[in-house]
Structure formats: C-alpha cells, structure tokens
T-cell receptor
Framework: NSKVIQTPRYLVKGQGQKAKMRCIPEKGHPVVFWYQQNKNNEFKFLINFQNQEVLQQIDMTEKRFSAECPSNSPCSLEIQSSEAGDSALYLC????????????FGHGTKLSVL | QQKVQQSPESLIVPEGAMTSLNCTFSDSASQYFAWYRQHSGKAPKALMSIFSNGEKEEGRFTIHLNKASLHFSLHIRDSQPSDSALYLCAVLTSGGNYKPTFGKGTSLVVHP
C-alpha cells in the first residue's frame, strides 16, 4: 500500500470552479512532486518542492495553479479556475533525502471537470 | 527538452513468455533510468533503475541500458498474469534539472 496519501480520490467540478487536492508525503521525504496523467497515460510534470520551497514548475502551473507544501501540513495543489482539459489523474510523489531519483507515488486524485 | 518514447504501446503475451519493453530518450546527458509499474487504479511503483551501461537483474526482471544508442529496456522472464499493468519508463537528466521525464507507457496483458 502506498505511504503517500492523496485526498480526495475523486473530485468533480464545473468549469470555472476551484479544484483543490492534497498530499501527505511519506514520512521523512523532503522532496514532493506533482504530475498530471491524462487519459492517454501521458505524464506532465507540474511542480516540485524541497521542504517548503518550490524547485521547478511549468508555466501552466505558475499561471493557473496554486501549490504549497507547508511544514507540518499536507501539500496542496489547487486549480484556480477549472477547465475541461484539466480532467486527469493528479499524482503526488515524494522522494527521500540522498536518494532523489526514486519516486514514491500516491494513488492520485482523479479530477473530472464537467 | 528531453523526449522519452516507449514501444510497443501495448502488448499481449501468454503466461510464461519472455516480455521485452523498450524506451528511447533524446538527451545524451541523461544519468538515471528507471522503470515503474502501474496496476489499474493503483499508484505507480518503482520496479528497477540503472545508472551505467550494462545489465541489472532482480528476480524475473532485467534492465538493460545502452547510453550510446539512447535506449534502455526491461525484460520480464516467465511473465505472470499479475504482471499485467502499465509499464512506464523514466529518465533523469543531469545538471540540476531534477524532474524525471516519463514515457507514455506500455500496456501489458499476460493471459493465462
């Protein structure tokens, strides 16, 4: 069973609504990633953090998403105004210090934008 | 920008067969190569990884890397129905640009 906990498992929103999902990384993992997996199984990198600091993010994330990884609270990813094309599986992954290559994934949040 | 491609897109094999999955990448500076497996409705899970040219075997799984050919592969010996899943390859490029790039996956079905 995955030790990276993502909530909710399913999220249904109307176009223009905010959509927020959360992730609790595996204990002791300071690096957190968000990926979007579409219906064709394509993985799109969205953003990553080391502790509370953003390491990298793509333009889409910077313009349309709000993301944070506060200390002692779940990480979160929020779409400010959902679009039909945002319908996808949002996967959170964490990675341990000194072993940054291997990612440990959560089950994902499946977002449907109607 | 790193491009990672997998082949075939899908594969059906009988139980007990040898299965071979392929992954090509575009950036010759890539330094880390991994395979993940994602069962339907489940989290992707790392299977194996390799850093240098050659082969690495773990149980029924073997990973082979040829950096000069920009190619690595996963071989599954004695394939089992429980191996049916989506197989994703991932490549990491050096230089501080740490965000693994994933392929689109190969959907494997092993029938009894």
């Amino acid at each position: 069973n995955s030790k990276v906990i993502q909530t909710p498992r399913y999220l249904v929103k109307g176009q223009g609504q905010k959509a927020k999902m959360r992730c609790i990384p595996e204990k002791g993992h300071p690096v957190v990633f968000w990926y979007q997996q579409n219906k064709n199984n394509e993985f799109k990198f969205l953003i990553n953090f080391q502790n509370q600091e953003v390491l990298q993010q793509i333009d889409m994330t910077e313009k349309r998403f709000s993301a944070e990884c506060p200390s002692n609270s779940p990480c979160s990813l929020e779409i400010q105004s959902s679009e039909a094309g945002d319908s996808a599986l949002y996967l959170c992954a964490s990675s341990p210090q000194g072993s940054n290559e291997r990612l440990f994934f959560g089950h994902g949040t499946k977002l449907s934008v109607l | 920008q790193q491009k990672v491609q997998q082949s075939p897109e899908s594969l059906i094999v009988p139980e007990g067969a040898m299965t071979s999955l392929n992954c090509t990448f575009s950036d010759s500076a890539s330094q880390y190569f991994a395979w993940y497996r994602q069962h339907s409705g489940k989290a992707p899970k790392a299977l194996m990884s390799i850093f240098s040219n050659g082969e690495k075997e773990e149980g029924r799984f073997t990973i082979h890397l040829n950096k000069a050919s920009l190619h690595f592969s996963l071989h599954i010996r004695d394939s089992q129905p429980s191996d049916s899943a989506l197989y994703l390859c991932a490549v990491l490029t050096s230089g501080g640009n740490y965000k693994p790039t994933f392929g689109k996956g190969t959907s494997l079905v092993v029938h009894p």
